[in-house]
Nanobody, 120 residues
Framework: QVQVVESGGGLVQPGGSLRLSCAAS????????MGWYRQAPGKQRELVAH???????NYAPSVKGRFTVSRDNANNTVYLQMNSLKPEDTAVYYC??????????????WGQGTQVTVSS
């Protein structure tokens, strides 16, 4: 069994910063891609950023230049550094991992989500 657990959300003022962390654990053989989605109230879940195993990164246009995704392969962990936060960044942020288990099955595992609120 594999699980993904996020941490680091909270309340921050506009212009502030937060760092989210996400660790995958369990019967993991290898991880292909890790990344972050977010879902604001009344909106669809959208991709924020992801980082494949080759370390190239992809960002949503709305966060490019403000957010940075990074990865620690040794610890199966992905981070999202969020700077210059705006009220429209308020959402539940979900981590995911596209991986292969020790039992050789390909799985797409989601975390439970962490709330980020940007407000004065």
């Amino acid at each position: 069994q594999v699980q993904v657990v996020e941490s680091g959300g909270g309340l921050v003022q506009p212009g502030g910063s937060l760092r989210l962390s996400c660790a995958a654990s369990g019967s993991i053989f290898s991880i292909y891609t890790m990344g972050w989605y977010r879902q604001a109230p009344g909106k669809q879940r959208e991709l924020v950023a992801h980082i494949p195993s080759g370390y190239s990164t992809n960002y949503a246009p709305s966060v490019k230049g403000r957010f940075t995704v990074s990865r620690d392969n040794a610890n199966n962990t992905v981070y999202l550094q969020m700077n210059s936060l705006k009220p429209e960044d308020t959402a539940v942020y979900y981590c995911y991992a596209d991986l292969r288990t020790i039992a050789n099955s390909r799985e797409h595992v989601w975390g439970q989500g962490t709330q980020v609120t940007v407000s004065s």
